[in-house]
């Protein structure tokens, strides 16, 4: 660096300087980066033990250097649950994808929002199972094909679409609830605003913080990144609207905030 | 609780207490008969402590928040009974991969399926060739009196963080329902420093530690198994037993828990009858007390295995005997209240009277 | 020989047969005997009858579940139907005569011992004691401990907030107990 040059960019320390095993165009590695600037940020980092669920984030502690724990498919509230019970002064949060979280840990996920376990939750919704190679998904909307819905998903056959942050508001212990998407710059400093109050909820002992980010799958919605980030706009999010849902630090009802058309 | 008192308890109860006396923390369970009074007591007895008690969604998660709490190395505890402790199979399996030091009470109730919430031994494979997916084994303690429900529960947490493994304390229903006089020992609280090691406590002054049972890369996974089986071998330094008369025993009763109780009443009556009977019984089912047992192979000397079940130790049994002896099986089927009589033929039975 | 015996408790739900079944444990237990005590419990808890088996012995005890039992204490009709022909020859079983036609109880190959339960604690004035006084017949008829370890054993099973029933329930044990002799 010359003497007169100012540093004023640089990579969060907590965000692992090595490659990410993700595919090109897929929003986790942006997800990532923006959960470790706001660990750094909120001077988190030392107290902070991850769950991490399984999926194509599974590798998750490769690449966020805090202490971590693996979780059993679907169970990370169930694991963190225990975590913050035995350790209340951690901070504790999970980072599931769509087939862990609204399917086979939908019992999980629920219940520990309903408790408002003072745990957050990052729900990344690609409407597909990335890492088993692109099987339907809970979130999969109708009319999209997947390796196991090979004529489009049909709501006859495999119900409707489940929009889990409307659920996940609707439960008394969760204290922080929105759905933010990453396909564009806005929307990803959005993303951060809300997964800063998601784990503010938590630090503040108010409640249970949960934040659905709509992601792109590139590979397993056989497109391009720009054709993905483009699906989000115009696909996911007419189905799974953005907005907060609930938030008890500014008592914003869910009817007020659910149907907002930004960000399309 | 004043260490020395004499209680009159459920084997629940002693067991919940037990789990006090050693310093547990934190309790999640699930409600099922024939074990419900544990999650009852410490549903109070924890928050009192400043410990946590959940009641959990069900018993898959109620074991995931044991996998949770264990992480960070905190004395913590689940108990079910034989369909609950099927659910919890796939946590235990991902706490022995992850080498979590996590303590699990089987009451066991009848079986297959729903079965009854009556006594029986049907989990006995379950518990000691380890229950869920993978190679590992837990250790695995069989209590047969309410005492011994207390002492063993109390000892598990020290098992448990010395070896960095699950232990199951394997009961049945008559053990968890039945009252006994129970002296109580002195709390011995967790040495703080137990976890310090490779516990989870935010990664202050030191690199981040990872807990988990994935091992990807080439090797990896057959190192990790090369060292969980070395921990295996390691944990027969803890075999435990009890003989009663095998000094001059024509016949040796092989039986664990409640049956084994019940078959020293029926070999009390049998030996004023003047036969030459007398019992062996395994404390840790794993690991097995094979040398013990194969100690007591004698020219002429016959073995008997009763069970609760169809027959499972028994195989244990023959295996520790190395062909040098075999040992009868004698079954009491799950779903009936075992008693002293039923013991009688079958004794008379293996000593060719 | 040493001193040993079982006893089964049944009765009806409510009649507080587990109630003297931990009562006789506990005055074992403060005797300095092993003893063990086991409730049928679950299913048949609700309603229908309820029994619980008691063991005191000076050797360590095997089994806590007997299916031929030395005594019994039978406080209702199902009850004398399910046990009397279980009971060991030369056993002892106390009658509670204000439910159970005595007609009914055996005389010769076991000993049969009457008491008018619901009559005695009705005089005592609650009818709910009757469960004491069918104990008191039971300690009057075996001898098995002192009369006065089970009154004072009355403190381990009635909870402090009805402490001022014990001299009630003490009278009802013994009235029992006379009422056997």
Redesign the interface.
Known sequence: MYQDEELVFSCPQVVADRPTHYCPGCHHGVAHRLVGELLEEMGLVEKTIMVTAIGCSVFLYNYLLVDAVEAPHGRAPAVATGVKRAKPDKFVFTYQGDGDLASIGMAEIMHCANRGERVSVVFVNNTVYGMTGGQMAPTTLIGQKTTTCPGGRCAEREGMPIKMAEIIASLGGSAYVARTALNNVKNINKTKKCLRKAFEVQTSGLGFGFVEVLSACPTNWKMSAIKANERIANEMIPYFPLGVFKDATADVTGEAAGKGEEGK | MASGDKLFLKGNEAIARGALAAGCQCFFGYPITPQNDIPEYLSKALPDRGGAFVQAESEVAAANMLLGATACGVRAMTSSSSPGISLKQEAISYMAGSELPAIIVNMNRGGPGLGDIGPSQGDYFQSTRGGGHGDYRLLVLAPATCQEAYDLTRESFDLAFQYRNPVMILGDAILGQMKEPVLTAPDRPADPAEARDWSLDGAVGRGPRLLKSLFLQDGALADQNRMLQAKYEAMRAEVRWECFETEDAELVVCAYGTIARIAKSAIRKLRKKGLKVGLFRPITLYPFPSEALAKLVKPGRKFLTVEQNLGQMVEDVRLSLCGLATSEFFSIYPGNLPVPDDFDEPIARALGL | MSLYQDVIIAGFGGQGVLLIG?LL??AG?NQGL??????V???EMRGGTANCTVVLSE??????????PLSTIIMNRPSLDKFQSRLVDGGVQIVNTSLVDMDLAEQGRIRSVPVAAGEISDKLGDTRMANMVALGAYIQATGVLPLQAVIDSLV?VISASYKHMIPKNAAAIEAGAKAAQ
């Not at chain 3, 092993?34 to 409730?39: L, M, Q």
């Not at chain 3, 050797?59 to 031929?68: D, F, Y």
């Open positions: 931990n444990a506990y237990m092993n003893v063990t005590y086991i409730p419990y679950g299913a050797e360590e005890i095997g089994s806590p579940v007997i299916h031929r381990n």
